[in-house]
């Protein structure tokens, strides 16, 4: 969770009012591969907590089910990132896959 001092920063310098500010970008990831790096911020359709973004995960996961979509198929989901190095914001499409895989954590 951010300070209240950080957030009102990047609410008052790049009217940024809600996201996810991108802690890591691993090498290789879909995320590197669109162009997202450390410190971008991440708008999600006006998700703002991680109760959002997880019940938004799981409604994309219920679609993959409900549509009997394949473990190579992807849903694309629209987002805003904010580069606030650059001071720009853009939208852009970031492809979602569903798979039963067991994921490591890197952290």
């Not at 310098?13 to 500010?21: A, L, M, T, V």
């Not at 879909?30 to 907590?49: N, P, Q």
């Not at 987002?79 to 914001?89: E, M, N, Y």
């Amino acid at each position: 969770m951010l300070d209240t001092v950080y957030r009102d920063e990047l609410r008052a310098r790049h009217s940024i009012n809600s996201g996810f500010i991108v802690a890591q970008a691993c090498h290789d990831s879909t995320i590197e591969k669109i162009g997202l790096r450390r410190g971008d911020v991440i708008d999600l359709d006006h998700r703002s907590t991680v109760v959002e973004l997880e019940e938004f995960l799981l409604g994309l996961g219920w679609v993959f089910l409900e549509k009997k979509l394949d473990s190579h198929s992807t849903i694309d989901v629209k987002i805003r990132v904010h580069d606030i190095r650059a001071k720009t914001s853009v939208c852009t499409i970031l492809p979602m896959g569903f798979s039963d895989a067991v994921v490591h954590s890197y952290h």
